[in-house]
């Protein structure tokens, strides 16, 4: 049973995605082409990602480093949540 704060959170939905990503390669047997489409999207994915978090925390770095600023948190700016989102608005119609 999927109850929040219990510590098993995660299992129903990495049984449902399993199952999911299971019978996707069962459907596509004869099509291995689409699964080196689809893991390929998920890798550029994953790296566009990464460059969303790490990109914007590097700038503030660089800028508190530059004008001799104390270190703090780093927290992603305001370029994180826009760049997501303008990815994900412009991928249907690419």
Known sequence: MWMPGTGADAILPAVLIGGCAGAILVLNVGHPKVIEVMTSVA???ANLAYLFVTVPM???R???WRTGS????TAPS???APGCRSTCWRWPGA
Do not use: D, H, K
């Open 43 to 45: 890798i550029v994915w």
């Open 70 to 73: 104390p270190p703090g948190r």
């Open 62 to 64: 660089l800028r508190r």
């Open 78 to 80: 305001g370029w994180a």
């Open 58 to 60: 590097l700038l503030g």
